[in-house]
């Protein structure tokens, strides 16, 4: 099924709280990273034909583009909410375009490049959230806002921009 979704729609969906369960926080973002790792390794040999998925054309570099973003978006949301900062809302939505660069041969080299900076932004998390409370996990700051754990479980689902792809066969 194909989901052709405008602009407001988009706000619709981020406006649904996520499910959260009583995994640890400290590790979620972690699993989902090595989880897009291990499917990624599968795209060494990727044939250069976009994936057509949910209306949108999907390659590793863009895959792995969003994951990235999305990682530092949120990053960066629990980063000010811990600083006492407002949050800027994330107006690029990212998975609606697909650049010319999205479609450039996937190496070894981009591979060891996507692992050691989605590897570093899941460290991130770990430092950020390593030894925080119920407290500071659960706070809605105000009615529409999630909590730092509805935005960390929200966070692990990074795997579906791998799941655009999938595992390529050998």
């Given amino acids: 099924m194909v989901r052709h979704l405008t602009m407001d729609q988009y706000a619709d969906d981020y406006a649904a709280r996520p499910d959260v369960d009583d995994r640890d926080v400290?590790?979620?973002?972690?699993?989902a990273v090595s989880q897009v790792l291990d499917t990624a390794e599968t795209w060494l040999g990727w044939d250069g034909a976009p994936i057509r998925r949910e209306g949108n054309a999907w390659t590793p570099h863009k895959a792995l583009r969003r994951v990235a973003d999305h990682l530092l978006d949120h990053l960066t949301e629990i980063q000010c909410r811990t600083a006492g900062l407002p949050t800027l809302p994330d107006k690029w939505h990212g998975r609606m375009v697909t650049t010319d660069a999205d479609f450039a041969r996937f190496t070894e080299i981009d591979l060891d490049e996507a692992?050691?900076?989605?590897?570093?932004?899941?460290?991130?998390?770990?430092?950020?959230?390593?030894?925080?409370?119920?407290?500071?996990l659960d706070e809605r700051p105000a009615s529409q806002t999630w909590t730092v754990r509805e935005v960390v479980h929200h966070v692990s689902h990074v795997t579906a921009y791998a799941d655009?792809?999938?595992?390529?066969?050998?």
């Avoid at 655009?164 to 050998?170: F, Q, R, T």
């Fill in 26 to 31: 400290t590790l979620l973002i972690p699993t």
């Fill in 115 to 136: 692992t050691s900076r989605l590897n570093r932004l899941a460290a991130c998390y770990q430092a950020i959230l390593q030894g925080r409370d119920t407290t500071f």
């Fill in 164 to 170: 655009m792809i999938g595992p390529l066969p050998d």
